[in-house]
């Protein structure tokens, strides 16, 4: 019999989830999978730690499935697939911590309300985030739940990297940079000592490429800066999100094309990026494809922003000693990488060209100062760190 741990990735149309054997020393994956589109035409799968397909169901229009139709069609499936298996904890990916919460928490009534107060910081993923905590605690109260957040990893930064040029007053609102994608940033901090030691020790600027996307500095695995800011629609260039904008586009947008704040919203987060300067879609693999100029020069603006970025970054480091790419494109794309480092060569960066068709994870010519790797992110594992920790915490 092994203790599972779950891990609920909660977003607003799917609810992934990861079981974990929480007896292991690495914590081994057990089973996975998801119920996506469940407000449309909802579709579930599972694999089991090989990735083979053990379950798939698909409903025809959504009957009302939602988020809590989702969970309890996952929480049975794994009742009939858990064997033997008790589960122990659940672990919850939450967007915002503000600035109450640096590290993971054990979920109570209290937590929940505070976290719920965060949901104008957050909007478009809080609620969605908070859900299947909210129904876990009422139908399971005695499953100890954990919250892990994508901001804390960043809460330790300086004041000087979280801070906005604005009035006291509105700063002190919780108006300041927050930064996002802190668990995939801490994963990756957690390997480097094993796979890169003097870039755990050093100075060194992470790319997470991914729908989402953003780039982190990290000082002795601590991160000082990162690109996101007050949301997760800043600084870099994304599948459908604009990333860095002059703010006076927004007065712009408001004042002489008479757009409201929602309109808004789904302009800077669903039609621009990638698939916004392109027009023809948001995914990379096919605007690599694309022979369209527009999806070249869209795939030109998204490494050209990576490259200004990294330099900010390592003005925010005062240099750099390496580069690590992660997340789908940049675990993926050997063309991206190659421009991005080409961009970047001025800092004294090249690739090994083979290592990078590879996919690393060392990807640096052996002749340069600054290193550059690969390495593959695991947020969810993170999560299920954290829920391990926080539990023995708790018990003893
Ligand atoms: P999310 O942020 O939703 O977790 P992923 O990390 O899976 O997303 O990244 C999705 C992105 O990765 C998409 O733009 C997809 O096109 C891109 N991607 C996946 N595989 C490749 C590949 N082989 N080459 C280029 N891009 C890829």
Known sequence: MANLILVLNAGSSSIKFRAFDADSKELDLVLYGQAEGIYTMPRFTACDRHGETIHEKSWEKSAGLGHQGALEFIAEFLMSHRGDNRLVAVGHRVVHGGMDFDGPVLVSPGVIARLAKLTPLAP????HNLGPIRILAETRPQ???????????????????????LPASITEQGVRR?????????????VLPQIAPHAATGRTVVAHLGNGCSMCALDGGKSVASTMGFTAVDGLMMGT???????????????????????????????????????????????LASEEPRAQFAVDLFVYRIAREIGSLCAALRGIDALVFTAGIGERS???????CEAASWLGLALDQDANERGGP???ASNQTVSAWVIPTNEELMI?????????????
């Open 241 to 287: 999100r604009s990333g860095n904008l002059d703010p006076g586009v927004i007065l712009y947008l408001m004042d002489e094309m008479k757009m409201d704040a929602r309109r808004i919203e789904d302009l800077l987060y669903r039609q621009s990026g990638l698939l916004g300067v392109s027009g023809i879609s948001s995914d990379m693999r096919q605007l």
């Open 334 to 340: 050997a063309e991206i990488r190659s421009r991005v």
């Open 124 to 127: 478009l993923h809080q609620p």
């Open 178 to 190: 927050y930064g996002f994608h802190g668990l995939s940033y801490e994963y990756i901090a957690s």
């Open 384 to 396: 299920a760190r954290h829920t391990r920790n926080v539990i023995r915490m708790v018990r003893t």
């Open 143 to 165: 499953l100890p739940q954990v919250a892990c957040f994508d901001t804390a990893f960043h809460r330790g930064q300086p004041e000087l990297a979280q801070a906005y040029a």
């Open 362 to 364: 060392c990807i640096g």
